[in-house]
């Protein structure tokens, strides 16, 4: 899935992209690379999944950070707890 949406972003003209293996190494990029001003997360992520990464960024440093979450899940109530944990769209 991390293929498909950096090669996208890519082909439409970004080439400034941060990719991270999972929520605690992206944590870290955020924490140690200049210029990320917004993220793209999946719920299902080793190490951290997408909805703890969420509630990490929202109550640290990166409030303001807009996050995008890409997910397979559908279900009603994982759609309200990722927004609830801070997720924009």
Known sequence: MRRIIVNTLKRIGHEDIVEA??????????????GINFIITDWHMPNMSGLEFVTKVRTG??????????????IKEDINEAMKAGVNS
């Open 61 to 74: 440093d990166f409030k303001a950070m807009p996050i995008l979450m890409v997910t397979t899940r559908s």
């Open 21 to 34: 293996e999972d929520g605690t190494d992206a944590y870290a990029k955020l924490e140690t690379e200049a």
